[in-house]
């Protein structure tokens, strides 16, 4: 039962949800805790008995949506859903050394992994990796220092909606930004939430 002092959007299955995230992150090695976290996301998104809250069906048209469903006092970790409106991405970024698993709750995402080649202070040279398109249903995880990434949302006119369990609160991330000769420039942002 939700504590009416709560500052998260309460929602249909939210103790379901929650209680299966906690079993999974019982491990120590953060590999076998992704693993059982993306079985856990998969069953969650497919239990009709899991209804995310009615705001995350709602995208922000100049930029995709992060509201944080719930941070576990106990284990540390935070649950943030993502709106993604027709053709909304990310820019290059990483999650501050936090892993991550991803579901794919609505619509599909497309997904790119960046191998780091080199560093020389605030700038950095990447290789893409091939691409991963994400359906409904699937889930994928970002444990560091593979954690350099972009996603994006494949259709011109559906919404996509995508469940995000990290590490920990994830406050700020560093954003890649082109330069030239296959080099990006690095800076800091701080990561907002938007409101339920």
């Known amino acids: 039962?939700?504590?009416?002092?709560?500052?998260?959007?309460?929602?249909?299955?939210?103790?379901?949800?929650?209680s299966a995230i906690d079993h999974a992150v019982q491990h120590d090695d953060p590999q076998q805790i992704a693993r059982t976290l993306r079985g856990a996301l998969c069953?969650?998104?497919?239990?009709?008995?899991?209804?995310?809250?009615?705001?995350?069906?709602?995208?922000?048209?100049?930029?995709?949506a992060r509201r944080e469903l719930y941070r576990s006092p106990a284990h540390g970790y935070s649950i943030v859903a993502m709106s993604w409106a027709p053709g909304q991405g990310t820019p290059l970024h990483d999650h501050s050394g936090l892993w991550c698993v991803e579901g794919?709750?609505?619509?599909?995402?497309?997904?790119?992994?960046y191998r780091l080649l080199e560093r020389r202070g605030e700038r950095f040279r990447f290789q893409a990796e091939p691409s991963v398109i994400g359906d409904c249903g699937s889930a994928g995880s970002l444990i560091p220092p593979h954690e350099y990434h972009t996603i994006r949302n494949t259709s011109?006119?559906?919404?996509?909606?995508?469940?995000?369990?990290y590490q920990g609160e994830m406050t700020r991330s560093a954003i890649f930004e082109p330069d030239h000769d296959g080099w990006y420039e690095r800076r800091m942002k701080e990561m907002e939430t938007d409101a339920a």
């Open 104 to 113: 794919v709750w609505l619509g599909q995402l497309e997904v790119t992994q």
């Open 156 to 165: 011109d006119e559906r919404l996509a909606i995508s469940v995000h369990v």
């Open 43 to 64: 069953e969650a998104i497919a239990d009709s008995r899991i209804q995310l809250p009615a705001c995350v069906h709602r995208p922000i048209s100049d930029h995709y």
């Open 1 to 18: 039962m939700q504590d009416h002092c709560d500052p998260f959007p309460p929602f249909h299955g939210r103790d379901r949800l929650i």
